[in-house]
């Protein structure tokens, strides 16, 4: 089975793919394909936030007992962005282009910092740690 850092990796680039490919059709002005992938793009950021926020991270810090350290940080993280989404959905609503894109632009930044951090430490910690209930964790991951 695959491992958990894996997972999560892969999960990043779909959620960037989906989001490049909506900040593209509102840039031209596509604003029926942009409302299309809106939801996906929503759907799956939310999707990998939740899974992190409620399988990986608490049996990460279960396990080590690093309560309100790095786990703390990219959960607070994950709001500042459900933030940034929601006021994207209100100016993709309003076909506001010049909204999104500003909005769109904070968003990159925060998920590339975002998910530096997670990608280059929280995963390796979190494989090292939690190598012995990878698979278990994996199955509740792929089942949500």
């Excluded at 490919?21 to 509102?26: A, F, K, P, W």
Aim: with cysteine; aromatic share 8%.
């Amino acid at each position: 089975m695959t491992t958990i850092k894996t997972y999560l990796t892969q999960d990043h680039r779909e959620c960037d793919k989906l989001f490049s490919d909506l900040e593209n059709h509102v840039a031209q002005k596509e604003w029926n394909e942009a409302k299309a992938l809106f939801e996906p793009f929503e759907k799956a950021m939310i999707r990998h936030f939740e899974i992190e926020e409620q399988v990986i991270f608490p049996a990460f810090e279960q396990k080590t007992g690093f309560v309100g350290g790095p786990t703390r940080v990219m959960t607070m993280e994950h709001q500042q962005m459900r933030g940034v989404i929601e006021g994207m959905k209100g100016a993709l609503k309003e076909q506001d282009r010049n909204r999104f894109l500003g909005l769109s632009e904070t968003l990159m930044i925060l998920l590339q910092q975002h998910n530096m951090k997670e990608e280059q430490m929280l995963y390796n910690m979190i494989e090292m740690h939690l190598k012995e209930e990878n698979d278990d964790l994996m199955k509740e991951v792929v089942n949500r």
